[in-house]
């Protein structure tokens, strides 16, 4: 059920920035882990980034170590995902979710996560 909102994408060309947000209207999410994942054409669900609820342990995967950080402000209720050196491949649908089963892996499918959004298109060209 999608109750977070995803905002910051956009149009970029290669090597730029972005700022992803999400917000959790009228939902407390202080104990929950944090996941970005993302949908591009024709592919799976894929991770992101990732935070447990005190903001002191993340995840990436290995493309993207080194180019993106997630964190987390729990008295705004916010997530955060900072993209650096955006490649053309990071181009697709971001979507913030939270967990609150303690589980440190991602699953298959945004509909297994307790809440997710509407999810914010990221395009990077060339």
């Known amino acids: 059920q999608a109750q977070l909102a995803e905002s910051g994408g956009g149009l970029v060309q290669a090597g730029d920035s972005l700022r992803l947000s999400c917000a959790t209207p009228?939902?407390?999410?202080?104990?929950?882990t944090m996941w970005w994942l993302r949908y591009a054409p024709a592919k799976v669900c894929e991770l992101v980034a990732?935070?447990?609820?005190?903001?002191?342990?993340?995840s990436y995967p290995d493309s993207a170590k080194g180019r993106s950080t997630i964190s987390r402000d729990n008295a705004k209720n916010t997530v955060y995902l900072q993209m650096n050196s955006l490649k053309p491949e990071d181009t697709a649908v971001y979507y913030c979710?939270?967990?609150?089963?303690?589980?440190?892996?991602?699953?298959?499918?945004?509909?297994?996560?307790?809440?997710w959004g509407q999810g914010t298109q990221v395009t990077v060209s060339l």
């Open positions: 979710a939270a967990d609150s089963s303690g589980r440190w892996y991602a699953y298959t499918t945004l509909d297994e996560y307790d809440y």
């Open positions: 009228g939902r407390t999410m202080t104990t929950f």
């Open positions: 990732a935070v447990k609820w005190h903001g002191a342990r993340t």
